[in-house]
Structure formats: C-alpha cells, structure tokens
C-alpha cells in the first residue's frame, strides 16, 4: 500500500492505525512518501516505521501526490499495489478479503467500494462479491457507478504490470489523475487479456474517504472555474475511449442507455460542483455560457435520446449556472430539500415518463 503523505498530521495516525490493524496480520508493506511534509507528519511516519517493520518511509521534496505515488510504485516490493490517501482510513479486514480473492481468481481486477460517511463505514461488516464479465466489465468501467469508479484507493493493481506497461500518474495534473492511472491500466489488461477478465466488486465499504479535510484539493477545486473545464477535458477524453472500443458505437449519442445515463450522471455532478462559487464571488464567471459548450449539448442530446432523466438536465438545457450551483450545494449538504423539489419539477415538467 503507497500512501503519500502531506502536511496531514492531525489525520494521519488515526489513518495509519487503521492500516496496522489489518487483520491480515503479515505479507503486506505500507510505504509512506513523506511529500516534503513542514509540519510533524515526516516524524509521525518515521515513528511509525521504527515501531513496526510493516511500514516504510520515503523522504522527498516536495513534488505533489502524482510523483509521491510513482515514488512509491518504485519502491513497492509487494506483487500487488493498492493506495491510501493520508486523511482516510481503510477497513482492518481490507488486505483479508481483497487479497484472499485476488488469489482465488489471479486473472480479475478486484474492486471494493467506499463511503464519505463515517458512522456507516465504521457500523458495516461482511462482504460479497458482485462480478461483472465481458461486456459488463466494460459496462462497469465506464459506469464509476457503485462507489467504485475513477479511483486508485480502491482497486488492487498488478506491480510487475504496472511497471511493464509504464504505467504512471501525470505529474503536474491537478485533477483526475486517478481516473486516467485507472482508465491506462484498465485498458492494458483488456488489450493484454483479450477483454476478457471478470471484475470483482467487494460489496463492502471497506474505505473511508475523509470529506472533512478542510485543505483537501477537492474543497479547493470548489472555488474555482478551471474544475469545470478540467472535468469537460476528462469527459471528451472519457467518451472517445467509449466510441473508441472494438464493437461499440462511434457516436456517444447510440450507445445502450446504461453507458449513456452512468457517464452522464457522473459528469453531470463533476461539473455541476465546478459550477458551485461562494454567493459572495458569484456563480460560474470564469465558464462560457453552458450552452455554447459542446460537450454539454452532446450529453443533453444522449440523455434526450434515451429519455434518461437527471435532476440537471433541465437546469443544463436551459443554462442556469447559478440554480445547478444551487442544487450540487443542496445535494451535498444536510439539507437536500432543495435538490429533491427540482428533480421532482424537472421530471414532471418533462412528462413523467424518462427512465422507463
């Protein structure tokens, strides 16, 4: 496990007891990239590593999460990699369960899902397993449905492929860099295997992602316009690797309705909280006018196609930034009221009768 570590001191020992606890007492190694951390997290990993043989330190300039992530992948010794961000925990009977399926199925990527609450992520216990195969697996990369998309912390990737392949995090990428590392080697063991591999989704909440970060990159990438068109790059790229693949459609547009309404859903809500500005400094100045975005008409189009039916499809149509700021703010806030009245509106204005 590779967990790059900057300035997160106030999280990180309840982080790396989580790790220590695993049940799965040996066989595993936990490297620590300390970033060029200036507060005490350097020594709280140090400590850490003089305490137990499990864990490894590595010292570095700072460089950003990207490069201590492939610091970390040079340095894994383990035949299988997974990643911890420093704020999070991880569930004591993760490296159990995982490793014991990837054993049992050596050819599968093995997925687990995960929770931004605490009190569930502390209160579940057991597992399944749900598979997906052939035309599924696909149907379930494109999706980040589940809990389970467009992360690194989640997954169990081979070391000997990554590293065959050069497979690496893009240094100096602010945002979706787990998606693309995830989407690179996805795409390999489909070339390398033939597209057949089964996934194998952990039913389980087995990671806790810390929303509560006050100085997380995500509540920074609130505050700014670049998220929104960062996230329109990432779709562009996302959909022409879907119209890219041997039998799908070349056009986003006909696709099957899963893929359309699961891509759809995910960049809606990506670009709806890129949309979200302070009231103070206004709604969405730095982006052009929704739609004279092509990437948005397209989704709009897809979802009309297929009347898949999304609480931002009417608020998108009709280019109201300020309401879709509204709405993701309601969405993830206690209070969704405001959310849950527009999907209803929407829904009914548009005749009761998308998603059938």
Not at 158 to 179: C, K, L, N, Q
Not at 259 to 284: I, R
Request: aromatic content about 14%.
């Amino acid at each position: 496990m590779v967990v790059p570590v900057y300035n997160a001191e106030i999280w990180l020992s309840a982080c790396l007891d989580s790790i220590a606890a695993q049940t799965e007492p040996s066989g595993w190694e936990c490297i620590l990239v300390d970033d060029g951390s200036t507060d005490g997290s350097g020594r709280l990993c140090d400590e850490r590593a003089a305490a137990d043989s499990r864990f490894r330190v590595l010292h570095r300039e700072n460089g950003g999460v990207s490069a201590a992530r492939n610091a970390g992948i040079d340095a894994a010794r383990g035949e299988y990699l997974t990643f911890a961000d420093a704020d999070d925990r991880v569930s004591p009977r993760l490296v159990e369960y995982a490793m014991a399926d990837q054993l049992a199925h050596p050819d599968a990527l093995v997925v687990w899902q995960y929770t931004p609450e605490k009190a569930v992520f502390e209160g579940q216990s057991g597992c399944s397993v749900a598979v997906f195969t052939n035309r599924e697996r696909l149907r379930w990369h494109q999706s980040a449905q589940a809990g389970t998309g467009g992360v690194v912390w989640n997954k169990l990737f081979r070391t000997a492929w990554v590293r065959a392949w050069g497979i690496r995090f893009s240094v100096g990428m602010r945002y979706g860099e787990d998606g693309e590392f995830e989407s690179a080697y996805i795409r390999r063991m489909a070339q390398e295997t033939r597209l057949d591999f089964p996934v194998r989704v952990l039913l389980g909440l087995f990671y806790y992602y810390n929303p509560g970060n006050s100085s997380s990159t995500m509540k920074q990438r609130r505050r700014t316009g670049s998220y929104f068109m960062e996230q329109i790059g990432l779709y562009r790229k996302h959909t022409a690797q879907i119209c890219s693949l041997p039998g799908y459609p070349q056009r986003f547009e006909e696709q099957d309705a899963f893929t359309v309404q699961a891509v759809c859903s995910h960049y809606f809500n990506c670009l709806s909280m890129g949309l979200y500005k302070d009231p103070k400094e206004g709604f969405g100045r730095q982006i052009p006018p929704l739609r004279k975005i092509p990437e948005i008409q397209q989704m709009l189009h897809a979802c009309a196609c297929h009347k898949l039916y999304n609480a931002y499809y009417l608020p998108y149509r009709l280019g109201w930034k300020w309401l879709i700021g509204r709405m993701w703010y309601s969405r993830e806030s206690e209070r969704k009221w405001l959310y849950w009245k527009l999907y209803w509106a929407g829904y009914y204005l548009l005749g009761g009768n998308w998603n059938r």
